[in-house]
């Protein structure tokens, strides 16, 4: 099985993600890690070198290679990944996945993001906290309809990590 978390940027998707496969006794793959290492370079270098759509297609090539070939996995997937080029329907239509969103409001995403964002290449451009949250929550607006439809939600906000593993077990049993 490859259990699949998606959400928007600092969910903590990748933390949940390794916590959840040491339960499991899984993998755990990180997809925009899974990137850097195979396109050997920093996902913010490649969205300046090459566009966001050079990187959108390269992202779904390899979470079409992800999919195909591994099993019993933690995939978190980067905030846009279910978006665009048909990847939700990857995700949700195979009998072999299970996708979990992990659903947290706007302010708390912006308190965690803020602190962050020099490291997100598509929010390190935001000054403050009030334009962090204008640009979140256009963000959310957008994305929350593909978030929406994976298998199952999980509201993580004011949740301690342990409270989310556990009710990520819940879901998977």
Do not use: W
Request: hydrophobic share 40%; proline share 2%; net charge negative.
């Amino acid at each position: 099985m490859i259990i699949v978390l998606m959400g928007y940027m600092g969910s903590g998707k990748s933390t949940l993600g390794k916590q959840l496969a040491k339960v499991l006794d899984y993998d755990f793959i990180d997809l925009d890690d899974y990137i850097i290492e195979q396109e050997k370079k920093s996902i913010a270098s490649i969205f300046s070198d090459n566009g966001e759509i050079y990187f959108r297609k390269i992202e779904s090539q390899y979470l079409k290679d992800i999919l195909s070939i591994k099993e019993d996995i933690i995939l978190a997937l980067g905030g846009g990944t279910p978006c665009y080029a048909n990847n939700l329907n990857l995700i949700t239509t195979s009998d072999k996945v299970i996708s979990i969103y992990l659903k947290l409001s706007i302010p708390f995403l912006c308190n965690r993001l803020f602190e962050e964002k020099e490291s997100r290449p598509l929010i390190s451009h935001l000054k403050t906290l009030e334009k962090l949250q204008e640009f979140v929550g256009k963000h959310l607006f957008e994305r929350v309809q593909f978030y929406s439809m994976a298998h199952h939600t999980i509201e993580a906000d004011k949740k301690s990590m342990k409270d989310v593993l556990e009710a990520v077990l819940l879901k998977l049993i």
